[in-house]
């Protein structure tokens, strides 16, 4: 109970009761004329607005008129709402709305008071002004806490959609609702969970998106964290920044594709490689999909197989003469260097280096790299039993010819 310090008296009581719904309308007329984002509102949310208004004066009202035990503002004010309303007007703004509320009821307090009683409103007003601070701050604090909620598992789900490759309707929708309707230039980032836990990961990765102006959905799969990142326009940089957040292990970045209803390939490759990437211990970190095609293979993974045949098998049996992939073939097979290759082929050895040059340049693997030449060691093999039209390409142009050694 208030004491008889704080205690209105009876006289003062009647007077703020009769005088509420003046207050109610100050308060609306106020806000129409100090913030221009609530004339910008919808008229039905304006309607809620001054509703909140009005319940901000009564609730004032019948506390000041009553025991003056803490007041159920929540309830009072707030309830009056829909809580959806918190997405239309900003805390800010909402503060904005309940200034306004005890600025009126402040400056009406000297007609309020009966004599005597003018510290008493004041010290009122004060002590409501706190407790409907609190109440802002509670009731946007639920907000957020239930839209993260929220948030976070359709974020699951459309990562669990472009795994699986289910690009419908709900998939889009769900997609549009976290902001990504029309988010471009999009790949997915595949690396392990750390070892303290996936609790904090999530929230981890999408500061660091934003420091770094990209966009991610994140979800935990087990072990691994699945990483879609949109407006990317370096993967493997993009990928480094994010890599501090995942645990040991590859990091596998996936091809970018134009927008996210096509992520299921990336998906597809990010995942294949980030499983394959123990096959090539000296793997960089980040390290693209397309770069472990050979692992990937390896492991039944059909497309990495076919990418192999018709990226590395099919240009160099195009070639002239089939000189590049008889070329490949020797220095891969025979194990015989380069001179021990250009006997095998009745060449001169400028010959063969040169040849090694134009395969490089033609399929962007270089056969002196121990990594690479394994990797196009496997695609002649593949591409050796593989049905003739998987592989068949429209013949390359014919190369300029040989120069001879005396020529290099």
Known sequence: ??????????????????????????????????????????????????????????????????????????????????????RSISLGQTLDLMRTVVDVVERESSGLAARGDETKVREAVLRYS????????????????????????????????????????????RASALGWGTTTNVCVIVGSTPEAGASHVVDELHRSAKRHGVEVLVAIHGRRVVSIVGRVTDALRTASHLGEHFGDGPIVVG???PHLYAAGRSARAALSGHTAAFAWPAAPRPVRSDDLL??????????????????????????????????????????????????????????????????????????TDPHDAQTVRLALAYGRVAPEPSFRMTRLPEPPLEPGPHEL
């Open 294 to 367: 050979a692992e990937r293979a390896l492991l039944g993974d059909l497309p990495a197989r076919a990418a192999l045949v018709s990226t590395v098998y099919a240009p160099l049996s195009a070639s002239s003469g089939r000189n590049l992939l008889e070329t490949a073939a020797a220095y891969l097979d025979g194990g015989l260097g380069l001179e021990g290759t250009a006997r095998a082929l009745f060449v001169h050895t400028n010959t063969v280096r040169y040849r090694l040059g134009k395969i490089a340049e033609s399929i962007g693997y270089d056969l």
């Open 1 to 86: 109970m208030a004491t008889s310090r704080t205690r209105p008296s009876a006289a003062t009581r009647r007077r703020v009761e009769r005088t509420a719904g003046d207050l109610g309308a100050a308060a609306v007329q106020q806000m129409e004329s100090d913030h221009e984002w609530y004339r910008n509102l919808p008229p039905e949310e304006r309607s809620w607005v001054g509703l909140i208004a009005q319940a901000g004066i009564r609730s004032f009202i019948e506390w000041f008129t009553g025991s003056q035990d803490k007041a159920h503002i929540t309830a009072d004010v707030f309830g009056t709402a829909p809580r959806e309303l918190t």
């Open 255 to 257: 091809p970018v594709v």
């Open 130 to 173: 706190r407790e409907i601070a609190f109440s802002v701050a509670e009731v946007y604090a639920h907000a957020a806490e239930a839209r993260g909620a929220w948030d976070a598992r359709l974020e699951a789900l459309v990562v669990d959609a472009v795994i699986r490759g289910e690009a419908d309707d709900s998939m889009q929708s």
